[in-house]
């Protein structure tokens, strides 16, 4: 019975370090498996190239496409938009953005750029895909170019007692209630710009994205019909129902003035 005993003892002894072995085999194994993706992550520091985008699905781009909307740049920088080819003048026409307005493919990281100076012969015109970040890069180039060209030298320095005013004349004081609406993208500085310009004067702005949200762009469009308007650079700024096509802030200011005489339209 000893020896028996024994033998049985030794058994599970023997089962035991097979089991503790094959644990320590297992989270061996579990360990490896996780060690390289904590090793080898590497945080973005603003070096690395940006992903490349994904090709957008086709858009079949006529003369007579349903719910467009075209955005070109001009020699300013300054973009414009059109809701047919045959409105995109000449200067713009080698670059133009594409937008469904039922579709919210290409509203994102990737947009649909078109070439309007050429028709194929099944009557398309050519698209193609670019990351909103190269589009972005494009009318930013074209602004620092065109300022640079046209930049007026530095202003004199303020005499005595005087001040260089720094953003305009201020609002009028009876503007509290006054809402300000801005029509825009997230890409539009100058939507960027005149939202600034507003608040900077303590009046109050709401910035709606025509890109992100259809029934913006669908109001934006309403309102420019109403004021015989047609569609031109963004934003379209609406002061108290004073529609303005682009930001010019002497126009602002003068459309902030008559909205603080009760000024409606």
Same mark, same amino acid.
């Given at each position: 019975?000893?020896?028996?005993?024994?033998?049985?003892?030794?058994?599970?002894?023997?089962?035991?370090?097979?089991?503790?072995?094959?644990?320590?085999?297992?989270?061996?194994?579990?360990?490896?498996?996780?060690?390289?993706? @904590?090793?080898?992550?590497? *945080?973005?520091? #603003? =070096?690395?190239? !940006?992903?490349? &985008? +994904?090709? /957008?699905?086709?858009?079949?781009?006529?003369?007579?496409?349903?719910?467009?909307?075209?955005?070109?740049?001009?020699?300013?920088?300054?973009?414009?938009?059109?809701?047919?080819?045959?409105?995109?003048?000449?200067?713009?026409?080698?670059?133009?953005? @594409?937008?469904?307005?039922? *579709?919210?493919? #290409? =509203?994102?990281? !990737?947009?649909? &750029? +078109?070439? /309007?100076?050429?028709?194929?012969?099944?009557?398309?015109?050519?698209?193609?895909?670019?990351?909103?970040?190269?589009?972005?890069?494009?009318?930013?180039?074209?602004?620092?170019?065109?300022?640079?060209?046209?930049?007026?030298?530095?202003?004199?320095?303020?005499?005595?007692?005087?001040?260089?005013?720094?953003?305009?004349? !201020?609002?009028?004081?009876?503007?509290?209630?006054?809402?300000?609406?801005?029509?825009?993208?997230?890409?539009?500085?100058?939507?960027?710009?005149?939202?600034?310009?507003?608040?900077?004067?303590?009046?109050?702005?709401?910035?709606?994205?025509?890109?992100?949200?259809?029934?913006?762009?669908?109001?934006?469009?309403?309102?420019?019909?109403?004021?015989?308007?047609?569609?031109?650079?963004?934003?379209?700024?609406?002061?108290?129902?004073?529609?303005?096509?682009?930001?010019?802030?002497?126009?602002?200011?003068?459309?902030?003035?008559?909205?603080?005489?009760?000024?409606?339209?």
């Amino acid at each position: 019975m000893t020896r028996a005993g024994g033998v049985g003892h030794a058994r599970a002894g023997g089962v035991g370090h097979a089991r503790a072995r094959l644990a320590a085999a297992l989270l061996a194994l579990a360990a490896a498996a996780l060690a390289p993706a @904590a090793c080898t992550e590497k *945080r973005d520091d #603003g =070096t690395a190239p !940006a992903p490349a &985008v +994904a090709e /957008l699905p086709p858009l079949d781009l006529r003369d007579d496409t349903a719910n467009l909307m075209l955005t070109w740049i001009d020699e300013k920088g300054d973009t414009h938009v059109e809701l047919r080819p045959a409105d995109v003048p000449a200067e713009g026409r080698a670059l133009v953005r @594409a937008m469904l307005s039922d *579709r919210t493919e #290409g =509203t994102r990281d !990737a947009f649909y &750029v +078109a070439d /309007l100076t050429q028709k194929r012969p099944d009557g398309t015109y050519a698209v193609r895909t670019m990351a909103r970040r190269e589009w972005e890069s494009l009318l930013e180039k074209r602004r620092a170019e065109h300022i640079a060209k046209t930049a007026p030298p530095p202003p004199a320095a303020p005499g005595p007692g005087g001040s260089a005013g720094a953003g305009g004349p !201020a609002a009028p004081s009876n503007l509290a209630g006054v809402t300000v609406i801005i029509y825009g993208a997230s890409w539009c500085k100058p939507c960027h710009q005149a939202a600034d310009y507003l608040r900077a004067k303590g009046v109050a702005a709401v910035v709606k994205d025509i890109e992100e949200d259809p029934a913006a762009a669908a109001e934006m469009q309403d309102k420019l019909a109403k004021s015989h308007q047609r569609g031109g650079s963004i934003p379209i700024i609406d002061v108290r129902g004073q529609i303005l096509v682009g930001f010019s802030p002497g126009a602002l200011d003068q459309a902030l003035a008559r909205a603080a005489r009760g000024t409606t339209l």
